[in-house]
């Protein structure tokens, strides 16, 4: 029996970046907004805390901030031909789960996308011709440019205390930053953390070969920092823990030491969590999703929350199968190629290497991501492909490997796993261990894709998401040519030892690589071959607005957040600005 | 894709009590068995020692040798017209697995049916006329008289070396035993374990009363002792850490001391552990399971494995979902009382007790055996006359802890609050001090207590979780008022410093507090292959080279715990394999 | 932040003491209730490492069990005997988080009689219980359960046990269940779990424990005291 609540000006479905983004400007804006979130509130002060956030197991082993798989999970296949199978237990990708979704561990890289990223059809087809791009690369222009969208990242940039270096301040190239960015309007709000040893080895190398090494860009804050929001942010402790862990010190920037401070002591916010979100109530005719179905699961009651506006933040697997399930959209149809929802899906093509320095001093135990040093030269067009034979690239990253001690221990490879050697060599190269990453993009592919999975249900009855992806053919030369690159880099640090680490031909969803999922409910300005339009809301439901990498065309060669921030406050101001004064669609195809 | 096998002449389905003798008998007439058990090879030597095995709150409390509900469970409504919802936890029955099944944690009481138990139906039509039986009240003889299955109930009682006092010697009554029961050919196996103090007050009372008090008939042995596979059983310790627990001592009866070491041993047995049978392969033309589908939960390869017989013992829910998923025989609809599997499903009217509490007596309850009280069987069966009482059948009632195990056995007088500092004076001051007396009730079978395939729950493979329709009926909850009368009775004539209230099973049937493993029928045994699943040697009726073992076959449930008949029951049927099935395949029964 | 939001911080308390001194908190305006001096008290342990709970949460269990287990000539609080620590450890453990419990949907709200039906584990049922119990105390006494003086533990727990208290969206009754059920397990099982340290609660009942052979015992002493000093499964690895 489903007890229908009264109606809200706003839900947002997931309360993690796009969440806790879109609640506070439309509650700055007047609205009432509740929060459904599926998981636990996660409060920094209260359950992140010395002692105990220092547990290498519990977080980054047993994953406890992150998806319960044990309700949910997806089912993955590599080929359209395969069968899909339950993702059992996340491995290749670990979304978060409870307040503030995977925003309270990541690492905090926090990058822009290049302006020719925003257009990077028409500039492949401008630079190599009419029919250099594959029938299967299905990428596409994103339907808004650089420039309109760079405000927005320097809002965000500005929640988040962002610690860089600049490398093109409004037109003005300056070194020690990445010359290759988009002009920024400001300077980064915070100077860079401190660069490890083996980034700065890294850098003076990637020097001596021309490139342009400048310190990696983190949503850590390296000093003291009060935000936009007036919230204060605590100084980085590079205490070797970040990724998959939460910031005592609130230096990282989360959703709940950002923005969620504020929003608690809002009246017009209200937050339900262990609130699972089973369905969007879609109005076909008239063209609006006119509430939202949930199961308390504190005592098993079920909902129905109307709300004016529904905002679908729940992470790109969650958005995808809520259109789905809920019939918004033409689903994608591998077969035909129709439809939208659940095309496009992209990913993010890493491969890394190691090396070892027997005479260098790295510390391992203190660093985050920030730490590192990294190179743009070789990522997105800031490289000419002529004859290459792929498209595509991504930044290479250097840092100092080894810490915490149960999966950071590096040793060369073909050490034995046990015994006495085993344990010798661990010694011998905890202190002198670095770890390299090309951050490849991932182009669209018209057979990488997500759908309903037609076997496996959830705990709720739900058909699970299905995933169908491998990496394409281009990622795989991409990524042999940034490798063959990055050793040459590796190799001007002159180590005592290194090795590459290429990816192995098929994707395996069991290793950790990335959490980077993009796209299904894709950007673009065509009712036909998009599901949202350039402000985020949804073609079919003009009360809808979709959150998140989902509406990414392709992955480009970053890591996804800073532009999934700079987006959401983009689509925020659409909505309160423009939606507000006059609801409908606010682009007409 | 499905790995066939060679075919083998038997298969068992579980390896319990009934699939333990089912194969050491088949071995022996020189038949090459497959056992195919779900659960882990699980061997006293290794898995109960000291300390570990004392461990209360990790066998009692969280049940670590019991069934995993996230793989399987069974849905529970009390009627027809309801949604059954699953039993997440395990509660009010707590199904066993791992190789020798719930055998290798049981209490041990170890009974024979009265003489008046296995024509039911006929005895009391015959004394208190037809109306005496209500409409819905679907009870029946059962195929098999005491007689006929004297010298197997006395075959596994020897096999278990079990510990009592006869009291029907031949037809001699013997003061101090139980004067009530069908005549037995021989004493019990071993001498009856030494009495408790709560036993001892029992006795007292209950002769004092006019009752006939006897010691627990008890595979806990009371002495070592070796059976007749020439296996030797420890003597029990007492230890109070019976029932949910292994023995450590081997004292308590169960396959893996009584039968394991043997049928291991023989070349023509093969176990296969982590074995989860999934369906049977039915050729319904030809009356036959051809084989048996399993999935290999090592390594997660399906195989099938074809048998000339196929036995099941994979207890009452698995038996019937087997079948039922099968298509083996008619399904049981209760809307016309049509088909029978899934048919006369029973439980036990437990929880009738009521507390007694002695200020100037030591209990000593963590000195215990799990089958070691003294009863009485004056208020079983027909062993009293009904007439005018309204209900049929009756109740054991004894007395003696099983435990003191303090997590859960506290007994405090009535009214005490459940925390603070009254609470801790009075358990602190009784504990010692106290002890219940309890009465298991019959349950008859009723048109509607069933079981029948849940339309919207899974197991981990995919298959429908049984469907319990259950609860407790008219003739229940008047026999455990009755009862209640009893027990006052009876506690009053300890003169105890408190006595509590009694209390009797009242109420819905509640999933969550436990009762009983005592869960029977489903498969029922009968003379009419339209009104029963198998005949009287526990052959089904639709399926020649299928065999079914286990309380599945009972028409309904005695005051008894079942593993006595269960374990008579399966020699039965094994003997009637060995000497005319196996010398002429087909019906041994022609309808 | 009010004086009632400023999270527990035990380690800031300083080493050596006991769950009691915890269990009033830092700005207590209100006299904790004299207790008895305990009966065989062990040293008073050191705060040790929570596995599940956070402080807030070890708050309210330390103050919880105090009130079902209270120090007296018995025997010591219930949080000093480590019942706390107990219901912390199988919160982290396999049982905490669900393992051999059918968690497949639909879920649907039943009758009483047919058992647990939530899609929540046991650490997510305590957690989001005593996330409750703390919001519902702030609505009647002012302050959380573990800053309330003990006869208003007493009577706040009261409450929950028989459903009066109106808990937000959650069973205060089968909160109380749970959580009386894990305080008796602490304070009663080997003390390998982390609680009944001492074998205090052992000692109190006259409960032997280890090796439980008593074959060669029970005819004498039928009748008969009993006496020995308790041992668990750790004096026989």
Not at chain 1, 362 to 378: E, H, K, Q, R, Y
Request: proline fraction near 7%; include cysteine.
């Amino acid at each position: 029996m489903v007890t229908r609540l009264k109606e809200v000006d706003a839900v947002t479905v997931g309360l993690g970046w796009t969440g806790a983004i879109m609640a506070r400007e439309l509650t700055k804006a007047g609205l009432n907004v509740v929060s459904l979130e599926r998981g636990p509130d996660r409060i920094p002060g209260e359950d992140f805390i010395l002692p105990s956030v220092r547990d290498e197991l519990r977080y980054a082993g047993r994953l406890e901030l992150m998806w319960d798989n044990s309700l949910d999970t997806l089912t993955f296949r590599n080929f359209p031909v395969e069968e899909a199978l339950p993702i059992r237990r996340i491995g290749a990708f670990l979304p978060g789960e409870g307040v503030g979704g995977s925003g309270i561990h990541w690492g905090a890289l926090h990058w822009r996308f290049l302006p020719s990223d925003f257009r990077i059809r028409s500039t492949l087809t401008e630079r190599y011709g009419a029919n250099a791009i594959p029938a299967d690369m299905t990428i596409a222009d994103w339907p808004l440019s650089f420039d309109e969208i760079e405000p927005f990242y320097d809002r965000f940039d500005k929640i988040c205390g962002v610690s860089g270096k600049a490398g093109n301040v409004r037109g003005q190239k300056i070194e020690g930053g990445n010359i290759f960015e988009g002009p920024r309007s400001n300077e980064y709000p915070n100077a860079p953390i401190k660069s490890s040893n083996a980034g700065l080895m890294f850098g003076t190398a990637a020097k001596s070969l021309g490139y342009h090494p400048f310190p990696a860009p983190v949503a850590i804050a390296s000093a003291a920092y009060t935000n936009a929001e007036n919230v204060p942010l605590g100084a980085c402790e590079y205490c070797g823990f970040c990724n998959r862990v939460a910031c005592e010190t609130n230096a990282k920037a989360s959703p709940n030491s950002t923005l969620l401070p504020t929003l608690r002591l809002e009246p017009k916010f209200q937050l339900r969590t262990r609130c699972f979100v089973t369905k969007l109530n879609y109005d076909k005719a008239a063209k609006k999703v006119v509430s939202v179905t949930y199961t308390d699961m504190r005592n098993g009651e079920e909902y129905e929350q109307p709300a004016g506006i529904v905002l679908l933040t729940s992470y790109v697997f969650s958005n995808v199968q809520h259109l789905l399930l809920a019939g918004i959209g033409e689903p994608y149809d591998h077969a035909t190629g129709k439809g939208v929802v659940g095309k496009n899906y992209a990913y993010q093509f890493e491969a890394g290497a190691a090396a070892f320095f027997e005479d260098k001093e790295l510390n391992p135990f203190w660093g985050s991501a920030g730490t590192a040093v990294c190179i743009d030269d070789f990522n997105g067009e800031n490289f000419d492909h002529g004859g290459l034979g792929f498209f595509g690239g991504g930044y290479f990253t250097c840092n100092t490997a080894s810490a915490p001690p149960i999966a950071g221990r590096s040793v060369p490879h073909g050490t034995p796993q046990w015994g006495s050697e085993w344990k010798r060599a661990t010694v011998k190269w905890y202190h002198h261990a670095a770890r390299f990453n090309t951050q490849g993009s991932v182009y669209a592919n018209r057979d990488n894709f997500m759908d309903l999975d037609p076997t496996y249900k959830d705990a709720f009855g739900r058909p699970l998401l299905r995933l169908t992806y491998n990496g394409p053919e281009n990622e795989h030369k991409m990524s042999r040519y940034l490798l063959d690159k990055l050793e040459g880099i590796i190799k001007a640090m002159a180590p005592t030892h290194y090795e590459m680490h290429p990816r192995p031909k098929t994707f395996t969803v069991v290793p950790y690589q990335s959490t980077h999922n993009t796209g299904g409910t894709m950007m673009g300005s065509d009712p036909k071959t998009s599901v949202v339009n350039r402000y985020l809301q949804a073609w079919d439901a003009h009360n809808l607005f979709v959150e998140g990498a989902s509406v990414f065309p392709q992955q480009h060669g970053y890591n996804p957040t800073g532009t999934v921030g700079a987006l959401a406050y983009w689509s925020a101001q659409a909505i309160t600005t423009q939606y507000l004064k006059s609801p409908g669609p606010l682009v007409h195809a | 894709m499905t790995i066939t096998l060679k075919e083998t002449d038997a298969v068992v389905v579980g390896v319990g009590w009934t699939g333990s003798i089912l194969a050491r008998e088949l071995t022996k007439a020189g038949l090459n068995v497959v056992g195919l058990e779900r659960g882990a090879k699980r061997m006293p030597r290794e898995n109960f020692t000291i300390p570990s095995v004392r461990d209360d709150l990790k066998y009692a409390v969280r049940q670590e040798l019991f069934q995993d509900t996230q793989l399987e469970t069974v849905t529970v409504r009390h009627s027809p017209g309801e949604t059954a919802l699953p039993i997440r936890r395990l509660g009010s029955f707590l199904p066993g697995t791992d190789l020798g099944g719930a055998g290798a944690h049981w209490n041990g009481m170890t009974w024979r049916w009265l003489p008046s138990d296995h024509k039911l139906r006929s005895h009391v039509t015959e004394r208190y006329g037809k109306s005496a039986i209500p409409d819905e009240m679907t009870i029946e003889d059962f195929p098999v008289s005491y007689d006929e299955l004297e010298p197997f109930y006395d075959k596994f009682e020897k096999l278990c070396g079990v510990s009592g006092k006869a009291g029907n010697l031949r037809g001699t009554k013997i003061d101090g035993g139980n004067v009530f029961e069908g005549p037995r050919q021989n004493e019990y196996p071993n001498p009856p374990l030494v009495r408790s103090m709560a036993g001892e007050i029992m006795d007292k009372a209950a002769r004092s009363l006019g009752y006939h008090p006897f010691p627990a008939p008890s595979s806990n042995a009371s002495e070592t002792y070796t059976n007749p596979e020439g296996l030797t059983l420890g003597a029990c310790e007492y230890c109070g850490h019976c029932e949910r627990f292994g023995c450590e001592a081997n004292a308590k009866a169960s396959p893996n001391v009584c039968i394991l070491p043997a049928l291991l041993a023989d070349q023509r047995f093969e176990l296969r552990d982590y074995a989860q049978v999934k369906e049977l392969v039915y050729d319904k033309a030809a009356r036959k399971v051809r084989a048996v589908r399993y999935v290999d939960t090592r390594t997660g390869e399906e195989y099938e494995q074809p048998a000339g017989i196929v036995v099941l013992g994979a207890y009452v829910f698995n038996n019937v979902l087997l079948m039922l998923t099968a298509g083996i025989g008619e399904p049981y609809d209760y809307r016309t009382g049509k088909g029978a599997v899934g048919k006369n499903y029973c439980y036990q009217v437990s929880g009738n007790g009521i507390g007694v509490f002695f200020a100037d007596k030591e209990i000593n309850p963590f000195m215990a055996a799990g089958a070691h009280g003294v009863l009485i069987d004056d208020f079983n069966g027909d062993n009293f006359d009904h007439s005018g009482l309204g209900f049929i059948g009756g109740a054991w009632i004894q007395a003696g802890p099983t435990n003191g195990r303090p997590i859960l056995t506290r007994p405090v007088p009535p009214g005490t609050p459940r925390w603070g500092r009254e609470w801790k004076q009075a358990t602190a001051k009784w504990y010692n001090h106290a002890f219940g007396i309890g009465a298991s009730g019959c349950n008859y079978a009723h048109r509607e207590n069933f079981l029948d395939l849940d339309p919207t729950y899974r197991d981990a493979l995919g298959r429908p979780l049984i469907r319990m329709s259950y609860n407790f009926r008219d003739n229940d909850y008047k026999l455990a008022q009755y009862l209640g009368g009893v027990l006052e009775r009876l506690a009053r004539a300890m003169n105890p410093t408190i006595m509590g209230k009694p209390n009797v099973k009242r109420g819905d049937y509640n999933v969550v507090p436990y009762q009983s493993t005592h869960n029977t029928g489903g498969t029922m045994s009968g003379t009419d292959p339209k009104t029963s699943a198998v005949n009287r040697y526990l052959q089904a009726w639709d399926a020649d080279n299928l065999f079914v073992m286990g309380a599945s076959v009972f028409p309904q449930n005695t005051s008894y715990n079942p593993t006595g008949v269960v374990g008579a029951l399966a020699y039965w049927s094994a003997h009637a394999i060995t000497t005319q099935y196996l010398k002429s395949p087909g019906p041994l029964v022609h309808a | 932040m009010t004086e009632e939001t400023i999270p527990r911080r035990r380690f800031l308390l300083g080493a050596g003491i006991a769950g009691t001194a915890v269990a009033t908190g830092l700005n207590q305006t209100e006299p904790a209730a004299a207790q008895a001096p305990a009966a065989a008290a062990p040293a008073a342990p050191q705060p040790e490492p929570l596995l599940a709970l956070n402080e807030t949460e070890h708050a309210f269990v330390v103050a919880a069990v105090d009130t079902l287990i209270p120090a007296d000539e018995l025997s010591p609080s219930g949080s000093d005997c480590g019942v706390a620590t107990y219901i912390d450890r199988q919160l982290a453990s396999a049982w905490g988080g669900g393992a051999k419990s059918y968690r497949a949907g639909p879920f649907r709200k039943g009758k009483p009689e047919q058992g647990y039906q939530l899609a929540l584990t046991p650490v997510e049922f305590m957690k989001a219980g005593i996330a409750a119990a703390n919001e519902w105390s702030r609505k009647t006494y002012g302050r959380d359960f573990d800053r309330l003086a003990a006869d208003k533990r007493v009577e706040a727990l009261k409450a929950i046990e028989a459903g009066k208290a109106e808990f937000a969206n959650f069973s205060a009754r089968a909160f109380f269940g749970r959580l009386h059920a894990m305080t008796m397990e602490g304070f009663f099982s080997d003390p390998i779990y982390g609680g009944n340290r001492n074998k205090a609660s052992w000692r109190m009942l006259g409960f032997p424990g280890l090796p439980a052979t008593y074959a060669h015992l029970i005819d004498e002493y039928r009748d008969k005291r009993y006496v020995a000093e308790p041992r668990s499964i750790e004096d026989f690895s």
